[in-house]
T-cell receptor, first 111, second 114 residues
Framework: GQQLNQSPQSMFIQEGEDVSMNCTSS?????WLWYKQDPGEGPVLLIA?????ELTSNGRLTAQFGITRKDSFLNISASIPSDVGIYFC???????????FGAGTRLFVKA | ETGVTQSPTHLIKTRGQQVTLRCSSQ?????VSWYQQALGQGPQFIFQ???????GRGNFPPRFSGLQFPNYSSELNVNALELDDSALYLC?????????????FGEGSRLTVL
C-alpha cells in the first residue's frame, strides 16, 4: 500500500533557528499537504500544494511539491516556542477517497 | 462557521465491549472521514462517508462500521473491542467536490480499552 516516509522523526532546536523536514513516497500524489497537531487536538492544515514544483508560503512556513510528485518538504523560518508540535505530511490522489499521512516529525523548540 | 465536533472526548471500555463515537461535520461539508491515530503514529484512514453511504475503506476489519445521517453527521461503531483498538479516533469533514485531500479535523475521541 501507499506509505509516506517522514524525516527526521524528531528535532530539538533553539528558538530563532530555521527548521527543515521532508516527506517521500513510493507513489505519486496530485496533492501534498502539511498538517500540524498540538497536544490534545486534531491536526490542522498548514499548507496544501497542488502542482509539481509548486512552492507555497504561509507566513514563516514554506513548502514545496517535488518535481517527481513523490516528495515534499516543509521549512519553518525563525522558529518560536509555539511552533512546538507534530508536523504531518499527507498525500492525496485526485479521484481517490483517502488522504494518507506520514508518521510525523516531532518538533521541540527551546526558548 | 461551526467546526467539527466529536463526542465523547475520552472513554474507557473493556475488551469485548462495543463503542459508538459521534461526529458533527463542519457547516457546508458533506463528506466525513474517520481516522485512527495510535500513540506516536500518524492518522490511519478507516473509512469515508458521503451521501449516507460508505465511499471508501482502509485496511480495517468489518467490526469497524459507520453511519452518516441526512444532516451529514456521522457515527463510528467498533464491536468486540480489542486492546489494540486503544487510540485517538479522529473525524474529519470535507467538501466532496473539492477532491483535494484538505481535511478539517475534530479534536478526537480518545478510546482506552482495558
Amino acid at each position: 500500500g501507499q506509505q509516506l516516509n517522514q524525516s527526521p522523526q524528531s528535532m530539538f532546536i533553539q528558538e530563532g533557528e530555521d527548521v527543515s523536514m521532508n516527506c517521500t513516497s513510493s507513489s505519486i500524489f496530485n496533492t501534498w499537504l502539511w498538517y500540524k497537531q498540538d497536544p490534545g487536538e486534531g491536526p490542522v492544515l498548514l499548507i496544501a500544494l497542488y502542482k509539481a514544483g509548486e512552492l507555497t508560503s504561509n507566513g514563516r512556513l514554506t513548502a514545496q511539491f517535488g518535481i517527481t510528485r513523490k516528495d515534499s518538504f516543509l521549512n519553518i523560518s525563525a522558529s518560536i516556542p509555539s511552533d512546538v508540535g507534530i508536523y504531518f505530511c499527507a498525500g492525496h490522489l485526485t479521484g481517490g477517497f483517502k488522504t494518507i499521512f506520514g508518521a510525523g516529525t516531532r518538533l521541540f523548540v527551546k526558548a | 462557521e461551526t467546526g467539527v465536533t466529536q463526542s465523547p472526548t475520552h472513554l474507557i471500555k473493556t475488551r469485548g465491549q462495543q463503542v459508538t463515537l459521534r461526529c458533527s461535520s463542519q457547516s457546508g461539508h458533506n463528506t466525513v472521514s474517520w481516522y485512527q491515530q495510535a500513540l506516536g503514529q500518524g492518522p490511519q484512514f478507516i473509512f469515508q462517508y458521503y451521501r449516507e453511504e460508505e465511499n471508501g475503506r482502509g485496511n480495517f476489519p468489518p467490526r469497524f462500521s459507520g453511519l452518516q445521517f441526512p444532516n451529514y453527521s456521522s457515527e463510528l461503531n467498533v464491536n468486540a473491542l480489542e486492546l489494540d483498538d486503544s487510540a485517538l479516533y479522529l473525524c474529519a469533514s470535507s467538501q466532496q467536490g473539492a477532491d483535494t485531500g484538505e481535511l478539517f479535523f475534530g479534536e478526537g475521541s480518545r478510546l482506552t480499552v482495558l
